[in-house]
């Protein structure tokens, strides 16, 4: 075959190797798995942005952002349970009841907000430790052994504060739930920023956490086998 010959052929595999790795391109986009999703979240956030005035604004926003944290922090757990083919139902009345008991200590008893923090997390770490060695010692689905400690969860935490919520006046424990960082303001051009919640920035800590033991270390490649 002369050089005109192979040069033309060349190119003309490279003419058909094109929409070849463009069809690729396109079968991996249809495949991924979260493509609905960002498609729904995009629409959504058009709609809201077009026919909601107050949106856009940064008090919305950073709001929005403050309150989707909280659910972002507890769902990061709930990921690595669920990657291992485990299900915990009882995170919601857990919530309730470690919020309650909070409430009862600092308030009611007049426990500093460190000690009652720090009692709380070593009564959540033993119940959490307790159901898991239920499920693997005995065998009992995580389902079945979850819901159990639903009830009995709920039940406590309703009847702790007699369900009526309790007030916490103090201004470290309104920081970690409300509390704003790197705010600034300009008088002269008015414009201003509240600053980022800081349980914004909680939550990006713990999920840079949560991705170093899923995706670094032996025991989060062992949830994911």
Known sequence: MSTPDVETAASASG??????QQQSLLRRIGRNEH????????????????FAPYFLTERNLMNTLQQASFLGIIALAMTLVILAAEI??????????????????TWKMGWPIWMAALLILVL??????????????FNVPSFIVTLALLSALRGF?????????????DKTFQFLGSGRIGGFELAE??????????????????????????AKTTFGRSVYA
């Open 15 to 20: 003419a058909e190797a094109v929409p070849g």
């Open 189 to 214: 051009l008015g414009i201003g920023f509240r600053g980022i919640p800081f349980p914004v920035i909680v939550f990006i800590v713990f999920f840079i956490i949560v991705w170093f033991i899923a």
């Open 35 to 50: 493509l609905g999703l960002i498609i729904a979240l995009a629409i959504l956030f058009i709609f809201l942005s077009v």
């Open 124 to 137: 959540g770490t033993s119940i959490g430790m307790g159901a898991g060695w239920t499920r693997a010692r």
């Open 88 to 105: 915990d139902i009882s995170v919601g009345s857990a919530m309730a009841l470690y919020s309650a008991l909070l409430g009862v200590l």
């Open 157 to 169: 935490g309703l009847g702790m504060p007699n369900a009526s919520p309790i007030a916490i006046p």
